[in-house]
């Protein structure tokens, strides 16, 4: 069988003929009706099959033609189009005298199989081959209405892509991000102004030249080699990339390309697309700055610090050397800071952060941890005398005066060591090390430098101990109050009892207050414990009151700590519990050091004047180890000045010391409070101060601090005696 192919796409024709000749037909083919036309008549086909949208002449008039040739029209005719899918194209189709009107794309195997079946039928005469009748005008109607359709169709679709070239170029025109069309050669076709604006060529300087007149330089082949590598096998590249603009300037940008591939699979185009990211990478830059350096002295911060101590550390390690940690932590800076303001404060701090970064060698890891807290690493040590050098370099040349603005300041720095691998390995137990060597440094007067050493550790580690222990000494029932009386110098009768505090520890015995007191401070127990000791007192008072008629005080030692406590609201309870025993508020005094009132915060004052105000008096304990003003005690309306030990011990053997607790009764007393002698042991010592108008004396002379029932037994015996 000899089939006659019509069909101007030169694929679909391809695989046609193909096709046929797969099933054994004899193919003849041609691209429009004419050409089919001249080739039917020199040589009639027995089959034919046509598309109908084709240049020169269509597939219905080829049809047409067909069958109006009296040497052709018997021929089957068989429609496969794509195009006309409309009912209409197909009712002229058959009016036609095709013999088939077949749907594209079908299956080949389909295809065929239709092919085969028009064949049968028109073998055995059972399909109709005939053309329309010459006059019949419904033909010509049908072909010019399916004509103007189809060409009202290819209008619209050629206005709608007209429509979609134009919204392309505007994005093109008027986009923010750069962009570049390169041929197949990868030489610059196109660019849109953004790209000029971006890299400053315009498309006259860049048409036909090659992309690598923006290369910076900053890539290495390696680089460029596997971005074509990834646009070649994806299709398409994405990253960061650093160009050079025309004047020189080198800039990161972001940047995709994808290659236009023609029909055949080859490379048409490359098509970049960039924008200008130098303010993100700085933003970027920034952010990664603020979070690793100081801002005030360029100093890397705690974090950088650490994560470049880690570095040297692994260093040290792997090449076997030593290093050694400082901590520095400047004296007296807060008081600057206070006193002539944080501008000053801040000049002074980038002064020693440059001072202490001179002391050290490039290599070495300065940086300020926060505050006035500095940190030092040396690096690569040989010889450890070095860091002596080193540290004592620093110490003198913080001390050095510091010219700011008008003013000339005078600060120090208290300094820790540890070393590396010796005293620990690992970053964090080093910066304990260090932390407790500087503090070694500030309890021994500051402006010096101290190593760390194991007896520190233990020491640290007994303490870390002993606080654990504290925690559960108050539900263990650890904790005694002893009571000292406090006797009147001119009676010699017992007006007062101070309330001290004692810990039987299950283990270590008796435990000093002077050693867990502070370790309470510390951890915020002393809140609690500090309630517990009020109400044990005013227990004992109360019972000692009904009891045995004493009308004296109990005199109980509160820290700071409570004062400054925030959430404690222990005041009012307190009045509270005094009031539920039906006690007087006049029997309990406070005991308080001199360093609350200074500089005493509004809540501590707060807290402070409603104790006064409910009548409970005040008394200033160790009075004259501190700052020793009287001008507050007026202002606060103390009621008692307790004279500190240290005065009392040398009272026989130094006049110095009988001048000055004379004139520290003198003045009491012209304030209008009464004075207490603490650590009186001698008669003597009672009597200097009996003469010098003293009020009241406490101390081993009279009795040590004592359980509550042996107190109470000495009132009922001094109550005998009376
Ligand atoms: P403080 O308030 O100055 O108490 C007086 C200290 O001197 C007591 O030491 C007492 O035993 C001791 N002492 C009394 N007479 C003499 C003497 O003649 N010679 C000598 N050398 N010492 C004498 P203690 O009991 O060891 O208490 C030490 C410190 O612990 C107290 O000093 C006080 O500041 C604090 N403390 C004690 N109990 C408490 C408490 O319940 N709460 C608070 N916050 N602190 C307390
Ligand atoms: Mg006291
Ligand atoms: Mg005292």
Known sequence: MKVLVVEDTEDSRIILEDLLRLHEKEVESAVNGLEALEKARQNPPDLIVSDILMPEMDGFEFCRQVKRDNDLKKIPFIFYTATY???????LALLLGASKFVLKPQDPAKLIEIIEQVWADYINGNISVAGPDEEDRTVELLHSDSLNRKLNEKLLELEKQEEDLKQASLVYQSSSEGMMVTDADNLIIDVNPAFTSITGYSLDEVKGQSPRILKSGRHDPDFYNALWQDLLNEGMWQGEIWDMRKNGEIYPKWLTVNTIKSINGDIHRYVAIFSDITEKKQNEEL?????????????PNRNMFRSSLDQELKKSRRDDVQLALLLIDLDLFKEVNDTLGH?????????????ISECVRQTDLVSRLGGDEFAVVLTELKDMSHVDDIVHKITKHLTEPYY????????????GITLYPNDASDLE???????????????????????????????????????????????????????????????????KAEALLRWHHPERGMVEPREFIPLAEDTGLINRIGDWVFIESVKWAKHWHDELQYDGQVSVNMSPVQF?????????????????????????TIEITEGLLLNAEPGV????????????????????????SLSYLRKFDIDYLKIDRSFIRNLESDKNDVALSEAIIV??????????????????????????????????LYAKPVEAEKFGEMLKQEKSKS
């Open 667 to 700: 003045m009491a007393h012209k304030l209008g409070l009464q004075v207490i002698a603490e650590g009186v042991e001698a008669e003597g010592q009672a009597r200097i101060l009996a003469d010098g108008g003293c009020d009241y004396a406490q101390g081993l």
């Open 564 to 588: 400054r406590t925030e959430e404690q609201l222990f005041v009012s309870e307190w009045l509270d519990y005094l009031r539920k025993l039906d006690l007087s508020e006049k029997s309990v």
């Open 404 to 415: 700011i603005g008008d003013e000339v300041v005078y600060i120090s720095g208290s300094t």
């Open 287 to 299: 952010i990664w700055r603020q979070a690793n350096f100081d801002m005030l002295t360029g100093l």
């Open 429 to 495: 137990a080093l910066f304990k090390n260090a932390d407790q060597a500087m503090y070694v440094s500030k309890r021994k007067g500051r402006n010096c430098y101290n190593y760390f050493t194991q007896s520190l550790q233990d020491a640290a580690q007994a303490r870390l101990r002993l606080t654990n222990d504290l925690r559960g000494a108050l539900q263990n029932k650890q904790f005694k109050v002893y009571f000292q009386p406090i006797v009147d110098l001119k009676t010699g009768m017992i007006r």
């Open 343 to 355: 501008d000053v404060g801040d000049k002074l701090l980038q002064e020693t952060a440059h001072r």
């Open 605 to 628: 004052i707060d807290k402070l004047l409603a104790l006064r105000d409910a009548g409970i008096q005040v008394a200033i304990d160790d009075f004259g180890t501190g700052y020793s």
């Open 85 to 91: 899918t409309d009912e209409r194209d197909k009712e």
